[in-house]
Nanobody, 123 residues
């Protein structure tokens, strides 16, 4: 599975961005699509995940209520709508595909990763 993340940019605090993750190759093998982020000097951290077929979602505490993950199976695309952005949300955002036995918040359990997209939130 190949993944392509897009939609990052520079936004002021309180603003919004909508990230996209387009999947190609063998989307039928996908059970989960997760979003992770990595800020300079920090470890990669879990942001949100969606179950590809049934649509169940789960969020990190730091983004719950501000971010919404969704998917369009017809377009093989997952979205991350980010509202009320804060400077601490600044990071490179990655999407990843996980198989049936992935543990959604655990980055190491995802098998395919896309290149990241930079999100910068100014104060």
């Amino acid at each position: 599975v190949q993944l392509q993340a897009s939609g990052g940019g520079l936004v002021q605090a309180g603003g919004s961005l909508n990230l996209s993750c387009a999947a190609s190759g063998r989307p039928v093998s996908i059970w989960y699509i997760g979003w992770f982020r990595q800020a300079p000097g920090k470890e990669r951290e879990f942001v949100a995940v969606i179950a590809w077929n049934v649509g169940g979602t789960y969020y990190a505490d730091s983004v719950r209520g501000r971010f919404t993950i969704s998917r369009d199976n017809a377009k093989n695309t997952v979205y991350l709508q980010m509202n009320s952005l804060k400077p601490e949300d600044t990071a490179v955002y990655f999407c990843a595909a996980g198989p049936w036995n992935a543990r959604p918040p655990i980055a190491q359990s995802y098998s395919d990763w896309g290149k990241g997209t930079q999100v910068t939130v100014s104060s």
